[in-house]
């Protein structure tokens, strides 16, 4: 007689959440971290609006095909949202315990700076794996060239510019174009040089508006018979305090639009939907290698690992790339 000892291993369990403003390609990395994990022997939940969803055990459980046909869509199928009362001690610790009850081993968070935080203190807490994925229009993080998102709220930008400039050339106007990015100008940057701005306002580098009037005059004296001026939502006052400085100092009429959540919206481009496939598959890589309590980002073509503390202290200044292009092109 013999005896068989069978022993089934019970899969782990990887936790997967959105959350924080959407980004164009957040689906594509679902789908990416769903599919690398399920092959990986994982189970995997989908949490419902970010943080919101652990708070309120309110998720589903992903198979591969929960993630078919959503490559190209925009938003998010597990929804997002920004939690207040995860960031309490209580919150956090009320999220702790639905992870364990749940037997949650690892957490993959899509999401940007505000996300990151909230891991740092879920860390204090919870003694699971937390790897985060970069997903935000803003471009803001340190540790990536690029965040998900922010190539196609760059070309959505861009594309409304090349309308306005048709409406701007008509009229002779000036035409002041307001774009996202919090409290950094990076969207502004590649929007403006891409659709050929004769003025692009940051907050990291403050312009003087007097100066700025004197540049239009001059381009105006050369011939030129529109002007779009990109302002960063970061620059004090936006684009309509803009405004109202240049028409004290110019006799010029300025029009204002407030591009807004028209950026966060619409189907990924393809470098979006690649690099969030990309970075998804890196972070599960991350997850099964035994990393915790980093980013997974992309400097230079290369996968890097980066620790949350590091992601949030933000990107590089205007010193980038796109500063020396500015002064390349002497705009
Ligand atoms: O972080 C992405 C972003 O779209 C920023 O560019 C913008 O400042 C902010 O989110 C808007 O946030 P909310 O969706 O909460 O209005």
């Known amino acids: 007689m013999f005896a068989y000892s069978i022993s089934v291993q ?67 199928i597990l929804k997002t949202a920004r939690s207040p009362v995860f960031m309490t001690n209580a919150g956090l610790k009320k999220a702790a315990g639905v992870l364990d009850r749940l037997g949650v081993d690892a957490m993959v968070l899509v999401g940007g700076d505000g996300t990151f935080h909230g891991a740092m203190d879920l860390e204090k807490f919870w003694k699971g794996q937390i790897i985060g994925v970069p997903g935000t229009i803003d471009n803001d993080l340190a540790g990536t060239d690029f965040t998900i998102g922010f190539d196609t709220a760059v070309n959505t930008a861009v594309e409304a510019i090349d309308k306005i400039r048709d409406t701007a050339d008509a009229h002779e106007r000036f035409f002041l174009v307001e774009v996202m990015g919090r409290h950094c100008g990076q969207i502004a940057l590649k929007v403006g040089i891409a659709g050929g701005a004769e003025e692009i306002l940051v907050p990291e580098r403050p312009s003087d508006i007097s100066d700025v009037c004197a540049r239009l005059r001059i381009g105006r004296n050369l011939g030129k018979t529109s002007s779009i001026i990109v302002v960063a939502e970061g620059v004090r006052g936006g684009a309509i305090r803009v405004a109202e400085q240049l028409k004290k100092l110019t006799q010029n009429e300025y029009r204002v639009v407030i591009l807004g959540y028209i950026q966060r919206g619409g189907n990924p481009t393809a470098s979006d939907r690649c690099l969030a496939t990309r970075l998804g598959v890196g972070a599960v890589k991350a997850i099964v290698g035994g990393e915790s309590g980093k980013m997974v980002g992309e400097v230079g073509g290369k996968m890097v690992l980066v620790p949350f503390s590091v992601a949030v202290k933000g990107k590089r200044k205007v010193e980038s790339l796109y500063a020396q292009m500015l002064k390349y092109l002497n705009l």
């Open 10 to 76: 019970t899969p782990k369990i990887l936790g997967l959440m959105t959350s924080g403003g959407d980004a164009p390609g957040m689906n594509a990395a679902i789908r990416a971290i769903t599919r690398t994990a399920l092959g990986s022997g994982f189970r995997v939940l989908g949490f419902k609006r970010g943080y919101e969803g652990i708070l309120r055990e309110q998720f589903q459980e992903m198979d591969s095909r929960s993630v078919s046909n959503i490559l190209q869509r925009g938003g998010t």
